[in-house]
T-cell receptor, first 111, second 116 residues
Framework: KQEVTQIPAALSVPEGENLVLNCSFTDSAIYNLQWFRQDPGKGLTSLLLIQSSQREQTSGRLNASLDKSSGRSTLYIAASQPGDSATYLCAGPNTGNQFYFGTGTSLTVIP | DTEVTQTPKHLVMGMTNKKSLKCEQH?????MYWYKQKAKKPPELMFVYSYEKLSINESVPSRFSPECPNSSLLNLHLHALQPEDSALYLC???????????????FGEGSWLTVV
């Protein structure tokens, strides 16, 4: 079973700051890695999907990287905004359809 | 349309009740999932259906009974639940069958379940 860990568990930054969220996984045989955002009381919104053959994906102010050999992925958020405040989760399947989620990082961007 | 629709949004049920959660997608996805999420915890996988057949059951108690009547619908039948089963139940789908290589997984907004 894939074990996924996210550091830090919580992060508070002033508006405009660049920040990095970390995701570590134990099984490097992942097919892809996906980053999600979850607002309080809501479902999950997919942000970025990185294929196992890729090293980076970018969408707007978001950039995600994947290093399978070290079992790590990072989500970089540029010029953070209060609207970015949410919980960020990473998830990756290794076999079959089992997407296992990380423990999440709760982000607060202070205006 | 990248939408997964879940109903009801909120459900309160007694421990002797029988109720169902419903999930629908029209993206042509052939893998559908149920996840359970407790407060401040990540979602935990419960069931996976691939091409309308149950492919993964993560040792979920039998008081939860999934059903996939067709490729667009997924139900979760609930019976004799316990208060500790109160949680957010998330449905998701992805293209493809057993192996979801390279496929984005899409989630619904979830159904909040309270067992009293």
């Amino acid at each position: 079973k894939q074990e996924v860990t996210q550091i830090p568990a919580a992060l508070s930054v002033p508006e405009g700051e660049n920040l990095v969220l970390n995701c570590s996984f134990t099984d490097s045989a992942i097919y892809n890695l996906q980053w999600f955002r979850q607002d309080p009381g809501k479902g999950l919104t997919s942000l970025l999907l990185i294929q196992s053959s890729q090293r980076e994906q970018t969408s707007g102010r978001l950039n995600a990287s994947l290093d399978k050999s070290s079992g790590r992925s990072t989500l970089y958020i540029a010029a953070s905004q209060p609207g970015d405040s949410a919980t960020y989760l990473c998830a990756g399947p290794n076999t079959g359809n089992q997407f296992y989620f990380g423990t999440g990082t709760s982000l607060t961007v202070i205006p | 349309d990248t939408e997964v629709t879940q109903t009801p949004k909120h459900l309160v049920m007694g421990m002797t009740n029988k109720k169902s959660l419903k999930c629908e997608q029209h993206m042509g996805h052939r893998a559908m999932y149920w996840y359970k999420q407790k407060a401040k915890k990540p979602p935990e996988l419960m069931f996976v259906y691939s091409y309308e057949k149950l492919s993964i059951n993560e040792s979920v108690p039998s008081r939860f009974s999934p059903e996939c009547p067709n490729s667009s619908l997924l139900n979760l039948h609930l019976h004799a639940l316990q208060p500790e089963d109160s949680a957010l139940y998330l449905c998701a789908s992805s293209r493809g069958g057993v192996v979801t290589r390279g496929n984005t997984i899409y989630f619904g907004e979830g159904s909040w379940l309270t067992v009293v």
